[in-house]
């Protein structure tokens, strides 16, 4: 049996996830869940990730990893080539935290219980609601912005191949198309 991560396509976190597998090129299912139709609460997929949340990835032997920089982490020790962090201590806490501006500080803003909390809560609709995304999505492109042009010119934002940082910028952009940001005053992102 391969590896399968259950995940969704408009899922950033499953893009990240997606990617690392694919830069390693190792062999996965992918299991889509309906996170905007509610499928993570299924008796099913509760019983892969309690979280209910994607990614997750159950390998072979059946142990279950979730949260997608976690499990980048795990495939990059288990599986060390290519790299996804740099060799270098300063440069892996670096590359850390390039990528936690997009996990920790802005994708947990916009995910769909976020929205639906918003609209339930505090009446937002739909325009208010993407109009929140895009801010904090802003956010953190003007955070990337400043970080990655104060650095050395690379064809990656720690060198010469992706690696995580990039893998959770990349994200980033992902999050700015599908929230309709325009990205124009982001130059980095071009």
Not at 129 to 154: F, K, S
Not at 167 to 180: D, R
Request: net charge negative.
């Amino acid at each position: 049996m391969t590896m399968k991560m259950y995940g969704f396509w408009r899922s950033i976190a499953s893009f990240r996830l997606r990617v690392a597998l694919n830069l390693k090129g190792l062999a996965y299912e992918e299991v889509s869940v309906d996170i905007l139709g509610g499928s993570q609460f299924a008796p099913d997929f509760d019983a892969v990730n309690a979280a209910h949340a994607v990614p997750a990835l159950v390998e072979a032997d059946g142990h279950i990893l979730f949260q997608s920089l976690a499990v980048l982490e795990y495939l990059d020790e288990t599986h060390p080539e290519p790299p996804l962090l740099p060799r270098d201590p300063r440069d892996r806490a670096h590359a850390r935290a390039l990528a936690l501006v997009t996990v920790a500080d802005t994708h947990p803003l916009m995910v769909p219980r976020i929205r639906k909390h918003l609209a339930r809560t505090y009446g937002a609709d739909e325009a208010a609601i993407a109009d929140w995304a895009r801010h904090w999505i802003g956010e953190g492109m003007a955070t990337y912005e400043r970080l990655l042009t104060r650095r050395p010119p690379a064809p990656y934002a720690l060198g010469d191949a992706p690696g995580i940082a990039d893998i959770c910028i990349a994200g980033h952009a992902m999050s700015a198309e599908l929230f309709g940001l325009d990205r124009s005053a982001f130059p980095a992102f071009a």
